[in-house]
């Protein structure tokens, strides 16, 4: 009974044996095949590559299919499908794709960046955060893994970690111009504009073609202030074909100009914006800023009344046009406009000023008082408030 157990024992083994080395040593022929099949999907990833980035993406997912069906473990195989359903739109299949090569390759850097698109098309920023930040762990070097993860922090309304992940990477990265762009933009959101001038004016530098570039270079010296500068920029900015017929420099370049003293060139900034978008309130309402300060107070009016008929909740329209009546001496109509401004802008001292000196100048300094005492309570450094309460005289 022993002996047959035995023999049964060793049976088993060997045939066990037998199994294990059929399983690991493929014959020459099985070998052969494979070497083959490698090869013919190696020169089809090759044409499926080619034909991807020269926009053949039907043709491309065809060839790259066809490569997989000869490799099917080939973890770049399914990379590149993951990307051409990217650019098809088809974010599920990609999400497949992209899952399959991250098993296949764990180390694999542009899987998981990949993987992070698609969870940001789906509007998924926490997910595609962690899909950028273990890209950037598996491939330190690679920048756009660091700008992708900054740009979720900052949909994330996380921008302050943004900048100091970005920054983090400057000491690598010195002589990049998009990374000191993307500080920039930053620094702007942020509100930190002498920073943020001197990160775009490096980035600038370092690409001095960059149209984009130079345009939120001017839009940050402009928000701080610097309007000579800015204006330079958005003069240079419009020789561009495109960029001349944009409304939105030309209003820009023209509050630059009024800014810097250059009022009459300023109105025909305006006039132009106007032109090109005669849809734009704002446009309209800067005309006549700069017509009003040019004193053509009857053209000032017509282009406040253009701007009130596309927008009638503009304060500042109903400010103008309150200055405007207070000049023709017609002290009922100003009020009633500067009470308008109030309303639609509550927060704003200048209009309060105005309803109080309507009323100082008809004969009711102590109501004016109460006027000027809450546009201080509003802003308490304000100096035209402040001025005006300073020369009531209570006893008139």
Not at 94 to 101: H, N, P, T, V
Not at 271 to 277: C, H, K, R
Not at 356 to 369: D, F, N, R, S
């Amino acid at each position: 009974m022993k002996f047959k157990l035995l023999v049964v024992v060793l049976v088993v083994a060997a045939l066990a044996g037998c199994q294990h080395d059929n399983k690991k040593t493929p014959t020459q022929k099985e070998q052969a095949a494979k070497q083959w099949n490698q090869a013919r999907a190696a020169v089809l990833a090759s044409l499926a590559r080619s034909q991807y980035e020269s926009g053949n993406l039907d043709q491309s997912q065809q060839t790259a299919a066809e490569a997989m069906r000869l490799a099917p473990d080939n973890a770049g195989l399914h990379v590149l499908a993951g990307k051409i359903f990217i650019e098809q739109g088809q974010l599920e299949q990609a999400d497949r794709e992209l899952a399959l090569a991250r098993k296949l390759d764990e180390k694999n850097a542009e899987a998981e960046y990949l993987g992070g698109v698609v969870y940001q098309r789906w509007q998924k920023p926490e997910l595609a955060y962690e899909c950028y930040l273990r890209a950037g762990q598996k491939d330190p070097n690679e920048l756009a893994y660091v700008l992708a993860r900054a740009e979720m922090l900052v949909a994330m309304n996380c921008s302050a970690d943004a900048l100091a992940v970005l920054q983090d990477k400057l000491q690598y990265f010195e002589h990049n111009a998009t990374l000191h762009h993307q500080i920039g933009q930053i620094l702007v959101d942020l509100g930190r504009y002498p920073e943020a001038c001197q990160s775009l004016r490096q980035a600038s530098v370092l690409a001095p073609e960059d149209v984009t570039i130079r345009e939120h270079l001017a839009m940050a010296c402009f928000r701080n202030h610097q309007y000579r500068e800015a204006g330079d920029l958005f003069a240079r900015l419009m020789k561009d074909g495109p960029n001349a017929k944009r409304a939105d420099l030309w209003l820009a370049l023209g509050e630059c100009q009024m800014q810097t003293g250059r009022v009459s060139e300023a109105r025909n900034s305006f006039d132009t914006a106007t032109q090109l978008n005669p849809s734009s309130p704002a446009a309209w309402l800067s005309l006549a800023k700069v017509t009003l300060q040019l004193g053509d107070i009857r053209r000032a009016e017509m282009t406040l009344r253009k701007g009130l008929t596309l927008n009638s909740d503009l304060p500042e329209a109903h400010l103008m046009l309150g200055y405007i009546r207070l000049r023709q001496d017609k002290m009922t109509e100003a009020m009633a406009e500067f009470q308008k401004a109030s309303l639609l802008d509550r927060a704003d001292p200048v209009s309060l000023c105005m309803v109080g000196y309507v009323l100082e100048k008809t004969g009711k300094p102590e109501q004016a008082m109460k006027y000027y005492a809450q546009a201080l309570k509003i802003k308490p450094d304000d100096e035209l408030a402040a001025r005006l309460m300073a020369s009531v005289d209570p006893g008139n």
